[in-house]
């Protein structure tokens, strides 16, 4: 299982950066990096915020979590407006994965991911709130901080989040796909090698 989370990340950066590149020789377009370095995150605050699948996080910022905090400033108050507003955004996120689940899969939800989703939401309210209560007087060392926070997404991730993305062959489905991708270039590439062989 540990193999497999550096698998989806690595193969997640990989393919990603190679959009990236097409999207700039192309288009180009520069187009930001979808992760900063996630292994050395040192909360959750850090890893969900700033260094996991930013363009998410760029998106549901501001179209999720803004107005949801800024509802409920009016009603709780600003000390507690983010509570709400982060479990509305986790919510979300756990209802779109629930969705690609399911489209590439075609398997029926079983609310796993989406339990992932509102778990981390939890923690990281819990995290935003022991914050504000210690409000600087201590602070975990980096390396355990790091520990802490890579131990807590990968323990979660095998409890909650790979066993619906293993129900739903992805991995198998996303080899016969690189598969199909590697044949169309062998035949292209056979097919202009005999083009210009004649």
Same mark, same amino acid.
């Given at each position: %299982?540990?193999?497999?989370?550096? &698998?989806?990340?690595?193969?997640?950066?990989? !393919?990603?950066?190679?959009?990236?590149?097409? =999207?700039?020789?192309?288009?180009?377009?520069?187009?930001?990096?979808?992760?900063?370095?996630? $292994?050395? *995150?040192?909360?959750?605050?850090?890893?969900?915020?700033?260094?996991?699948?930013?363009? @998410?996080?760029?998106?549901?910022?501001?179209? !999720?979590?803004?107005?949801?905090?800024?509802? *409920?400033?009016?009603?709780?108050?600003?000390?507690?407006?983010? !509570?709400? =507003?982060? %479990?509305?955004?986790? =919510?979300?996120?756990?209802?779109? &994965?629930?969705?690609?689940?399911?489209?590439?899969?075609? @398997?029926?939800?079983?609310?796993?991911?989406?339990?992932?989703?509102?778990? &981390?939401?939890?923690?990281?309210?819990?995290?935003? $709130?022991?914050?504000?209560?210690?409000?600087?007087?201590?602070?975990?060392?980096?390396?355990?901080?790091?520990?802490?926070?890579?131990?807590?997404? %990968? !323990?979660?991730?095998?409890?909650?989040?790979?066993?619906?993305?293993?129900?739903?062959?992805?991995?198998?489905?996303?080899?016969?796909?690189?598969?199909?991708?590697?044949?169309?270039?062998?035949?292209?590439?056979?097919?202009?090698?005999?083009?210009?062989?004649?």
């Amino acid at each position: %299982m540990v193999i497999y989370c550096f &698998h989806i990340y690595l193969s997640l950066d990989i !393919i990603l950066a190679i959009v990236s590149g097409l =999207a700039r020789g192309i288009l180009g377009l520069q187009l930001e990096p979808q992760f900063n370095e996630p $292994y050395l *995150s040192t909360s959750l605050q850090d890893f969900w915020g700033q260094r996991w699948n930013l363009i @998410v996080t760029r998106i549901l910022r501001p179209t !999720i979590y803004k107005p949801v905090l800024s509802l *409920s400033a009016n009603i709780l108050g600003r000390k507690w407006a983010p !509570i709400p =507003a982060v %479990m509305a955004t986790f =919510a979300v996120s756990g209802l779109m &994965h629930e969705l690609i689940f399911y489209y590439l899969g075609r @398997v029926k939800p079983t609310w796993e991911i989406t339990w992932f989703f509102l778990l &981390h939401g939890v923690c990281l309210n819990v995290e935003i $709130y022991a914050k504000k209560v210690i409000n600087g007087r201590f602070k975990l060392p980096r390396i355990i901080g790091t520990i802490l926070t890579i131990g807590f997404v %990968m !323990i979660t991730g095998f409890w909650l989040f790979f066993p619906q993305l293993l129900r739903c062959n992805s991995d198998v489905r996303a080899f016969a796909e690189y598969e199909a991708i590697g044949a169309f270039f062998k035949d292209v590439t056979r097919a202009v090698n005999s083009t210009f062989s004649r």
